[in-house]
């Protein structure tokens, strides 16, 4: 099993250009999640996903929104990149509540310029 | 709301042992986890308490009180490849999973 893959593993934006991040797992879970971690930082959830069809944010939610397209996948997108968002992308995912472990990506090394 | 507390930075020697605090403050509380992550990688689950008490796994304990919302984890026999990021995250009774600033744990020869 490949667990959680993302895509691209890195990427360079100009100032006000927009993408999406792609996100899937192969684990059937109900729930994932996307943080951002800045150098030398903790954590940080930007939004996440209880279950297929629906979004809630997180801590940081401003400059993105989210979709989760089915149970496998769960993108986010930056419609107008800002150099503060520059980061290190991470998605994850875990079977539900409670004390399932949450798997991770390999992140996103974001760079906007 | 949730609120969480590690220290920043813990330095140790390779072979001696260290403990990593965590205090939080959430609701629905259901148990702690901690995750590691080394430099350039991905956080990767190293353990889970739901009840009071140590929780053992190899040379890696990891403690609970629930009344005190407190818990800590406790590496063993520290070794070179311990250093890196450790990250506790309360789990409740929401869908989301926040963690921790981390401490990034520097093992030293």
């Known amino acids: 099993n490949a667990g959680v893959t993302q895509t691209p593993k890195f990427q360079v934006l100009k100032t006000g250009q927009s993408m999406t991040l792609q996100c899937a797992q192969d684990m059937n879970h109900n729930s994932m999640y996307w943080y951002r971690q800045d150098p030398g930082m903790g954590l940080r959830l930007i939004y996440y996903s209880a279950s297929e069809g629906t979004t809630d944010k997180g801590e940081v939610p401003n400059g993105y929104n989210v979709s989760r397209l089915n149970k496998r996948e769960f993108s986010l997108r930056l419609e107008s990149a800002a150099p503060s968002q520059t980061s290190v992308y991470f998605c994850?995912?875990?079977?539900?509540?409670?004390?399932?472990?949450?798997?991770f990506g390999q992140g996103t090394r974001l760079t906007v310029v | 709301g949730q609120s969480l507390e590690q220290p920043s930075e813990v330095t140790a020697v390779e072979g001696a042992i260290v403990q990593i605090n965590c205090t939080y403050q959430?609701?629905?509380?259901?148990?702690l986890s901690w995750y590691q992550q080394h430099d350039g990688g991905a956080p990767t689950f190293l353990s889970y308490n739901a009840l009071d008490g140590l929780e053992e796994t190899g040379r890696f304990s990891s403690f609970l009180s629930r009344s005190d919302s407190y818990g800590y984890l406790l590496l063993q026999e520290l070794q070179m490849k311990d250093s890196a990021s450790y990250f506790c995250a309360p789990m409740d009774s929401s869908y989301k999973l926040i963690f921790g600033s981390g401490t990034r744990l520097l093992v030293r020869p």
């Open positions: 959430t609701s629905g509380f259901y148990g």
């Open positions: 994850a995912s875990r079977d539900g509540g409670g004390d399932t472990e949450a798997f």
